[in-house]
């Protein structure tokens, strides 16, 4: 079956403890990303990667990192985390990113994070 | 800035009766304009993916439309699970950037 399986799906954890949320895709995509959801504010692109080794920045990118060291992983680091990290986050991934066409992002079913 | 505005934030119908939601966009050059449905506890499903203003889409009960300003998911006689949040996504600018509308939560009673 074709997904997108992200790990763990929930964490609670302290402030300050290194973790990394894992992201893995079964259809050979090319271009992978990280989301974060929160109430009133609606979903904002964390980072993205159009191929291996390729990165970069999306709309809210301090307090993470991220590695696309082979096409299939695409994990969310989070080396100090703190409070307002307490989300819920969404890996995607699509076929390609082209210059004039964009395809639709296929999403996992989320990972819910608590930072005390 | 490029901007994704949905309205009505929220959308109470009942069965049968249709309606439209509406995806306000500000962006340059677009290279897509997603319809995704999400349920609670769920990831982002996708529905449509329209390109150039003029395009319409068509699944089942839904219809999604495009201008150059705006796009429409039309609902036509509603069931209770087409109840979810529908999200509408626009990518252009940088090349791998999405910007998602905040949603609009779409409740269908019997």
């Known amino acids: 079956e074709a997904q997108v399986t992200q790990n763990p799906r929930y964490l609670i954890t302290v402030t300050g403890k290194k973790l990394t949320v894992t992201c893995s895709q079964n259809?050979?995509?090319?271009?992978m990303s990280w989301y974060r959801q929160d109430p009133g504010l609606g979903l904002r692109q964390i980072y993205y990667?159009?191929?291996?080794?390729?990165?970069d920045k999306g709309d809210v990118p301090e307090g993470y990192k991220v590695s696309r060291k082979e096409k299939r992983n695409f994990p969310l680091i989070l080396e100090s985390p703190s409070p307002n990290q307490t989300s819920l986050y969404f890996c995607?991934?699509?076929?390609?990113?082209?210059?004039?066409?964009?395809?639709?992002?296929?999403f996992g079913d989320g990972t819910r994070l608590s930072i005390l | 800035e490029d901007q994704v505005t949905q309205s009505p934030e929220a959308l109470r119908l009942q069965e049968g009766e249709s309606s439209s939601l509406n995806c306000s966009y500000t962006?340059?050059?677009?290279?897509?304009l997603f319809w995704y449905r999400q349920d609670p506890g769920k990831g982002p499903e996708f529905l449509f993916t329209?390109?150039?203003a003029g395009e319409e889409k068509e699944k089942e009960r839904l219809k999604a439309t495009l201008t150059k300003k705006e796009s429409f998911l039309h609902i036509t006689a509603p069931k209770p699970e087409d109840s979810a949040t529908y999200l509408c996504?626009?990518?252009?600018?940088?090349?791998?950037?999405?910007?998602f509308g905040k949603g609009t939560k779409l409740s269908v009673k019997p």
């Open positions: 995607a991934s699509s076929p390609f990113m082209r210059q004039e066409l964009n395809q639709p992002q296929h």
């Open positions: 259809m050979n995509h090319e271009y």
């Open positions: 990667s159009m191929n291996v080794e390729v990165t």
């Open positions: 962006v340059s050059g677009l290279r897509g």
């Open positions: 329209l390109y150039s």
């Open positions: 996504a626009v990518s252009g600018g940088s090349q791998g950037n999405l910007i």
